[in-house]
């Protein structure tokens, strides 16, 4: 699961557009210093600003709502979250897998 950023989104949004931070904020409607803000995380922009900037940049957006295992249980969310970012962690070391099981199988005898 990657955590979702307004200025993650729209960074990536541009990127992917192809288009300079002035291009784009022109396109938007805005500065490029109001654009650079909200791409570094400095300035949070309200919901109607970030679609109007991504579409903009060619972009729809497509929002699915799920319920957390258990909202209310802060402890139990927070060792989530932990685990998430490990996960994320351990998938960015290349994985050296041998081409065959150097362990018994199942089942079979020792």
Do not use: C, W
């Amino acid at each position: 699961m990657n955590v979702m950023t307004a200025a993650r989104v729209l960074r990536d949004a541009r990127r992917r557009a192809g288009l300079s931070l002035r291009a784009l904020a022109e396109r938007a409607g805005t500065s490029h210093a109001t654009l650079s803000a909200y791409e570094s995380g400095t300035k949070v922009p309200r919901v109607d600003t970030l679609l109007r900037i991504l579409r903009a940049a060619g972009f729809a957006t497509d929002l699915d709502l799920a319920v957390r295992a258990d909202a209310h249980d802060d402890d139990r969310l927070a060792k989530g979250d932990e685990l998430v970012a490990v996960l994320e962690l351990a998938a960015q070391f290349p994985a050296r897998h041998q081409p065959t099981m150097t362990y018994p199988r199942f089942g079979a005898a020792a």
